[in-house]
């Protein structure tokens, strides 16, 4: 019975993005059926476009989820840090994605 890949428990460190900070994303967003008013498969967000953090919640007492404000697709999105690149902070978001335990150039 595999349990799948084991991630590290985010809440342990400091959120990586503050609220109010510009973040671009890094991924492709599509509505699951959880976003109202809008066809399942829809893009709510592309990869790079440029949001703000609004709030900033968890998720199994493990990860935390941002509550992105993508003002020009009129959609706030939950995303992971993972999916997220500091606009404002652009050299610290790039040492935070770095692997843990390695140094950063």
Known sequence: ?????????????????MPGEKVQSTKYVKNDGTYPRRDIGDILVRKGDVGYVRDIGTFLQQFYVYAVEFVDQAVIVG???????????????AASTSQPGKPTP
């Open 1 to 17: 019975m595999g349990l799948g890949r084991e991630e590290e428990v985010e809440l342990r460190t400091p959120p990586r993005f």
């Open 79 to 93: 995303m992971r840090g993972r999916e997220l690149v500091s606009l404002d902070r652009p050299a610290a978001s």
